[in-house]
């Protein structure tokens, strides 16, 4: 089993900062991939970015050139900077870790503002 918690939510305006922090405990020896989705009000959750133990990173189109994925491998913690924040990034952010199996946190909600 894997217990995630996110942090780093919040309100900001168009064209602000953000950064989210995604902590793991548990069996984190086993956790192969680590990343973020998102969920805005009314849609489906959407993939936005993923980091491999090795390093490999990908990122949903929408975001590249704004948002950065990073980890700490040592402490199985995943981070997602957000630059240049639009309205459209507004949702509930949830950090995903893969075993094996797919593990999810509580989800921390980015509200940016017109």
């Known amino acids: 089993q894997v217990q995630l918690v996110e942090s780093g939510g919040g309100l900001v305006q168009a064209g602000g900062s953000l950064r989210l922090s995604c902590a793991a405990s548990g069996s984190i020896s086993s956790i192969y991939a680590m990343g973020w989705y998102r969920q805005a009000p009314g849609k489906q959750r959407e993939f936005v970015a993923r980091i491999t133990t090795a390093g490999l990173t990908n990122y949903v189109d929408s975001v590249k050139g704004r948002f950065t994925i990073s980890r700490d491998n040592v402490k199985k913690s995943v981070f997602l900077q957000m630059n240049s924040l639009k309205p459209e990034d507004t949702g509930v952010y949830y950090c995903?870790?893969?075993?094996?199996?797919?593990?999810w946190g509580q989800g921390t909600q980015v509200t940016v503002s017109s």
């Open positions: 995903n870790a893969l075993t094996g199996f797919s593990y």
